[in-house]
């Protein structure tokens, strides 16, 4: 397997770029620590890791699309009883075929 060492070098300059602090109770510290090296990396890695995989599910959770009652069931019924195409979409439909048979 090959790996672009230069990709890797780049990533990890445009990580230490920035910097991230907080303050957090020795206990807490501890814990993160230990966490840390049951995984096999570092404190900052495993905080940063940690803190990117939350980020990215409240990310995803924000852009779920959520439908009321009324929304679910319009979207349903949209989907089993479709309105009969349009003469523009059945115009659309017949030039695709064109392009596609070339």
């Known amino acids: 397997m090959l790996v672009d060492k230069s990709h890797n070098a780049d990533v990890t300059r445009r990580r230490k770029r920035s910097r ?39 990310v995803k959770e924000h852009q779920m699309m959520s439908l009321t009652s009324r929304d679910t069931k319009a979207f349903v019924k949209a989907l089993l009883r479709p309105p009969a195409p ?11 075929k064109k392009v596609m048979e070339k």
Request: net charge positive; aromatic share 4%.
């Open 20 to 58: 991230l602090e907080a303050r957090i109770s020795a206990e807490d510290k501890e814990l993160l620590k230990r966490a840390a090296d049951l995984q096999g990396c570092s404190l900052t890695e495993f905080v940063v890791r940690s803190a990117q995989e939350a980020a990215r599910q409240a």
């Open 86 to 96: 349009s003469k523009k979409l059945k115009r659309a439909a017949t030039r695709y």
